[in-house]
C-alpha cells in the first residue's frame, strides 16, 4: 500500500496500455515497478465497436524521483525483448 503522502511526491508518470505495447505491456509494467515506480492506475478502455466488446488495459504509474529516465528505461527493456525474441526464433539465412 502506497502512503498518501508519497502521492503528493510523484514527479513523473508514464502509462501503457495493452493495445499499443502488445504483449510486452505487462513486462514493461513489472520492470519499472522492480525499479521502484508506483502503480497509480488500471483501468480499461472500450474501441468502441458496436458489434463486439473491444477493450484494452492502460497502467499508469508514477515516480518520485524528478531525474528518472522514462526512455532509457523503455529502450532497455525493448532491447532485452527483442533479444530474448531473437534467441527464441533465430533468423535463419536464406538460400540461393
Known amino acids: 500500500m502506497v502512503e498518501a503522502n508519497v502521492l503528493h511526491k510523484i514527479k513523473k ?3 501503457f496500455d495493452s493495445d499499443t505495447s ?3 505491456a505487462n513486462q514493461m509494467v513489472n520492470a519499472f515497478l522492480d525499479n521502484g515506480w508506483i502503480l497509480l492506475n488500471i483501468h480499461t478502455v472500450d474501441r468502441g465497436d458496436p458489434r463486439a466488446v473491444s477493450q484494452f488495459t492502460v497502467f499508469t504509474l508514477g515516480s518520485t ?3 528518472a529516465d522514462i526512455e532509457a528505461l523503455k529502450q532497455e527493456l525493448t532491447e ?3 533479444k530474448e525474441f531473437n534467441e527464441m526464433y533465430p533468423m535463419r539465412e536464406m538460400e540461393e
Open 65 to 67: 524521483d524528478p531525474n
Open 22 to 24: 502488445g504483449r510486452n
Open 13 to 15: 508518470t508514464v502509462s
Open 80 to 82: 532485452k525483448a527483442e
